[in-house]
Nanobody
Framework: QVQLVESGGGLVQAGGSLRLSCAAS????????MGWYRQAPGKEREFVAA????????YYADSVKGRFTISRVNAENTIYLQMNSLEPGDTAVYYC???????????????WGQGTQVTVSS
């Protein structure tokens, strides 16, 4: 069974930093992309950042460009999200998402982690 396990959330003051990690485990034939989404109370889930597994191309939401950095360690099926200059508006549950090929000849499927809380105090 494939799992995405996030860690690294917590409480931090505005201007501070946190690093999130997400590790994919289980039988995975291929990873296409992995990324981060977040959901604040009363709001819809929104895209934060993503990275392509092959070429390492990165994508960011405008709201986090220049402050957040996504990276990967291919051999460990793990991604990281380095979050700097955090603002109260970054407070949310952060979810890891991955597009994975689990069976030979099949299309990629999307999997989500359970989420990790990030709280930024003013």
């Amino acid at each position: 069974q494939v799992q995405l396990v996030e860690s690294g959330g917590g409480l931090v003051q505005a201007g501070g930093s946190l690093r999130l990690s997400c590790a994919a485990s289980g039988i995975i034939l291929r990873i296409y992309n992995m990324g981060w989404y977040r959901q604040a109370p009363g709001k819809e889930r929104e895209f934060v950042a993503a990275i392509s597994w092959g070429g390492g191309t990165t994508y960011y939401a405008d709201s986090v460009k220049g402050r957040f950095t996504i990276s990967r360690v291919n051999a460990e099926n793990t991604i990281y999200l380095q979050m700097n200059s955090l603002e109260p508006g970054d407070t949310a549950v952060y979810y890891c998402q991955a597009d994975l090929v689990l069976n030979r000849g099949k299309s990629p499927v999307s999997r989500w982690g359970q989420g990790t809380q990030v709280t930024v105090s003013s």
